[in-house]
């Protein structure tokens, strides 16, 4: 059974930096493309970095770009999430995800099979 668990959320400062983690079971992370993706209220479901499984390439949301790293474990078969110079609007639910397809950052979320539960980051100015 395919389970997705997030942990590492919670409330940081602005400028502050973060790191969020995803447990995978039931697949292996190395087969499969990984992703994050992030909710604030009112608002949709966006992407915010891809690992694409055909050549694990990287791929991040304009957003987060220059201050934001994804990266996968094969041995541990989990998924991490750094982001530094954390902004209020970084403020989200934030959801690891996976699927077997070649996928990017255009990628939309009902493109990924495998969802997490989401965990909450809270950025204060």
């Known amino acids: 059974q395919v389970h997705l668990a997030e942990s590492g959320g919670g409330s940081v400062q602005t400028g502050g930096s973060l790191r969020l983690s995803c447990a995978a079971s039931g697949f292996s992370v190395s087969t499969y493309s990984v992703a994050w993706f992030r909710q604030a209220p009112g608002l949709e479901r966006e992407g915010v970095a891809v690992i694409d499984v055909r050549d694990g390439s990287t791929s991040y949301a304009d957003s987060v770009r220059g201050r934001c790293r994804i990266s996968k474990d094969n041995v541990k078969n989990t998924l991490s999430l750094e982001i530094d110079n954390l902004k209020p609007e970084d403020s989200a639910m934030y959801y690891c995800?996976?699927?077997?397809?070649?996928?990017?950052?255009?990628?939309?979320?009902?493109?990924?099979?495998?969802w997490g539960q989401g965990v909450q980051v809270t950025v204060s100015s």
């Open positions: 995800a996976a699927d077997a397809d070649h996928l990017w950052i255009g990628s939309p979320p009902e493109r990924f099979k495998y």
